[in-house]
C-alpha cells in the first residue's frame, strides 16, 4: 500500500526558514518521480519542486530560496525553505508519479499519490 506522510509544517516569521519532509511507504523512489505541491484555500494545487528522472526542478518563485531533496536510502523527500514570504504560506503536499511526462511536472492531475499535506503558515 502507497502511503506519503507529510510533516514539518507551522508557523514561521516572513523571512524564516521552515524544512518539510515526506516519509514514502509501499513503493521505490528510483520508479517514481516525485514533487511538492502547494494550495491555499479558493485557489488551484500549484507545482513548487520537484524531482524528475534524477534532477531537480523548481518553479519561479521559489527557485533559489527552496530546496528539493530526495534520500532513496529512507525513502523520504524534503523541502527547505529559506526567506519565506508571506506569499507561501499554504497547505503542502507530497506527491508521486510514475508516468508523468517532463512537460507535465505541474500538472497535479499527473500524480497518482498524494500526502495529507502539511500547513506552513508564514506571518509579515
Known amino acids: 500500500q502507497v502511503r506519503l506522510v507529510e510533516s514539518g509544517g507551522g508557523s514561521v516569521q516572513a523571512g524564516g526558514s521552515r524544512r518539510l519532509s515526506c516519509a514514502a511507504s509501499?513503493?521505490?523512489?528510483?520508479?517514481?518521480?516525485m514533487g511538492w505541491f502547494r494550495q491555499t484555500p479558493g485557489k488551484e494545487r500549484e507545482g513548487v519542486a520537484a524531482?524528475?528522472?534524477?534532477?531537480?526542478y523548481y518553479v519561479d518563485s521559489v527557485e533559489g530560496r527552496f530546496t528539493i531533496s530526495q534520500d532513496s536510502a529512507r525513502n523520504t523527500l524534503d523541502l527547505q525553505m529559506h526567506n519565506l514570504e508571506p506569499e507561501d504560506t499554504a497547505v503542502y503536499y507530497c506527491?508521486?508519479?510514475?508516468?508523468?511526462?517532463?512537460?507535465?511536472?505541474?500538472?497535479?492531475?499527473?500524480?497518482?499519490?498524494w500526502g495529507q499535506g502539511t500547513q506552513v503558515t508564514v506571518s509579515s
Open positions: 506527491a508521486a508519479s510514475s508516468r508523468t511526462l517532463l512537460r507535465d511536472l505541474w500538472a497535479p492531475d499527473q500524480y497518482k499519490f
Open positions: 509501499g513503493f521505490s523512489f528510483t520508479r517514481y518521480n
Open positions: 524531482v524528475y528522472g534524477g534532477r531537480t
